[in-house]
């Protein structure tokens, strides 16, 4: 079990008070999480200490900077226990390391005619890049269905699938739903031999993730949303396939490279990070790593779920709130209406009791429309939160309805 | 109660964010645009009809959004029809620095005015395009 009052004291944003002195109840985790002390000092430590280029300069605050560079990527590695560290791209956000392989894959492989695989509830992110693909290279985007529990419609998605399918690409964990990718339709991918990329954005948070037993080809997640800085992001790639890739970027770094300690790279993973990366970032990621690693990610995961359940059984008592594919198997994201009241003043009326909560459309326009609404509201967790905050939550969604349905 | 939320939500608010005036499309109309906040996906329509005297004889908006943003698009029809061009822009001026804060110098809303309901958005400055959204497809009709 973690010590979750002590998890807290690690969090300084958490003591602070919002508006009319209410302590803070951070809901908004799948946005951004906050971030741990250890984190913060760490990059100041950096700065103040160590901080020069990477890969560059042979003098010693280079390789200082160098040696912490490559230390995160080695962190990232055994975090997604990828087969070698050649196989980890450090990019500026998980946007870009979709943009990265859209553009990088799409060169070498997309034609005319081709189609790639999306869902309808992909995050812009995961649906723009596509767009700019099919723009230049006249190829499909196909997106699959979901059922009501906002699962992948299983049948849907097999149907999608011919020899014209080039690459599919969907989330891990949804923004909207919190619901978790059925193992099956990797599985399918794997069995039709066509690359699978995950969005990885909210599943690399909140559930361990091995992307060898996943049998993904593609792995892309945010730094931010794991309790690290804005700013780094990371691409993973089975290294026999992004050998084959053409860069994505061209500038400084991309060639091999000297150090005084003697280390060199090879064309992965420098081939892919153009200009001087984000150093300190990608090294404070490495922190946060180490700081959920040894918390323990299955406990972590655990306790997100548990927060995930209680929330969801509250909330089911309340005959005004309707639950956003309620039946499926949630993790840590929850997405609802208040009947008759808009997202934003849910989120509004929240606020001034100290209680963050994302209102929207959370960057997934087509699902909006699939599902017919204008805008959901949505409460995300991080290992921080307790159950005493659902409780206030609950309360709260209460005297929200009594205030504006009155 | 929070003031805040009380000064934002204002009984004319709710009301005209529940039923809101105007709602519909001017039949004829020689000027239109649409809304469209993207941060959150609330969006409108709003055609007008302008006489040969420069004077907004008939003003409607059809979409879907927030209380706040449907109750200013409300507001904004009963309070811009009948109104010359010149003065209707002179009120939009006012109303984009009311909702912003910068209040001091307004030159033809006072508070007596319904508009003046919609200060209280001030506070919240995510929520000032919500208020916003109608008084920009307005201006952006007129240049059209």
Not at chain 1, 45 to 52: D, L, R
Not at chain 1, 64 to 73: K, L, V
Not at chain 1, 115 to 133: A, K
Request: proline share 3%.
């Amino acid at each position: 079990m973690l010590d979750i009052k002590k998890i807290r004291d690690d969090f300084p944003i958490l003591d602070k008070k919002i508006l009319d002195n209410k302590d803070l109840i951070y809901l908004d985790t799948a946005a951004s999480a906050q971030k741990p002390k250890v984190v913060i000092d760490e990059i100041n430590s950096f700065y103040s200490n160590n901080y020069a280029n990477v890969s560059r300069g042979v003098h010693t605050l280079s390789v200082e900077s160098t040696f912490r560079y490559e230390d995160a990527r080695k962190k990232v590695q055994k975090f997604i226990n990828a087969d070698s560290e050649r196989e980890i791209i450090f990019t500026k956000s998980a946007t870009e390391s979709i943009n990265l392989i859209s553009n990088s894959f799409a060169s070498k492989y997309i034609n005319e005619g081709d189609e790639i695989i999306l869902t309808v509830m992909e995050h812009h992110s995961n649906i723009i890049p596509w767009f700019l693909i099919r723009d230049r290279y006249k190829c499909k985007i196909l997106f699959a269905n979901i059922d009501s529990s906002g699962n992948i419609d299983q049948n849907h998605f097999e149907s999608l699938i011919s020899e014209k399918t080039k690459l599919v690409s969907i989330t891990h964990l949804s923004n909207v739903f919190g619901t978790i990718v059925n193992q099956k339709i990797i599985n399918l991918c794997n069995q039709a031999g066509i690359p699978i990329l995950l969005d990885g954005c909210q599943s690399a948070a909140h559930i361990p993730i091995d992307v060898k037993a996943l049998g993904c080809d593609y792995y892309v997640f945010s730094g931010h949303k794991l309790y690290a800085p804005t700013g780094v992001g990371v691409f993973y790639g089975k290294e026999n396939l992004i050998e084959e890739l053409p860069p994505y970027q061209g500038g400084g770094g991309m060639i091999a490279d000297v150090s005084t300690d003697g280390a060199t790279f090879t064309d992965l993973p420098a081939k892919f990070e153009a200009g001087t990366p984000p150093l300190v970032e990608a090294y404070g990621l490495g922190v946060a790593i180490d700081y959920v690693s040894e918390l323990g990610m299955s406990e972590i995961s655990e306790h997100e779920l548990r927060l995930t359940n209680y929330a969801l059984n509250k909330m089911q008592e309340l005959d005004f709130v309707d639950i956003h594919g309620a039946n499926g198997n949630k993790h840590s994201i929850i997405s609802f209406n208040i009947k008759n009241v808009h997202s934003h003043e849910v989120s509004s009326f929240l606020d001034v009791e100290g209680i963050a909560i994302r209102a929207g459309h959370h960057c997934c326009q087509p699902l909006m429309k699939h599902l017919n609404l204008n805008s959901t509201a949505r409460l995300s967790f991080g290992m921080y939160n307790t159950e005493e905050e659902i409780d206030i939550f609950i309360n709260a969604l209460k005297n929200c309805r009594d205030f504006f349905t009155k | 109660m929070n003031d805040l939320i009380k000064e934002l939500y204002q009984e004319i608010i709710l009301d005209h964010g529940q039923s809101p005036r105007n709602f519909g499309e001017c039949d004829p109309h020689n000027k239109s645009a649409d809304g469209h906040n993207p941060l959150c996906g609330d969006n409108l329509k709003l055609t007008f009809y302008i006489n040969n005297e420069d004077v907004i004889e008939d003003i409607k908006f059809t979409g879907e959004g927030c209380a706040i943003s449907l109750a200013s698009a409300s507001l904004m029809t009963e309070k811009l029809k009948g109104k010359k061009i010149d003065v209707a822009e002179e009120i939009f001026s006012d109303f984009t620095n009311l909702v912003s804060g910068t209040s001091e110098d307004l030159k033809v809303l006072n508070e007596e005015d319904s508009l003046y309901a919609l200060k209280g958005v001030g506070g919240f400055p995510m929520r000032v395009k919500c208020a916003t959204m109608a008084w920009h497809a307005f201006k952006s009709a007129l240049k059209s």
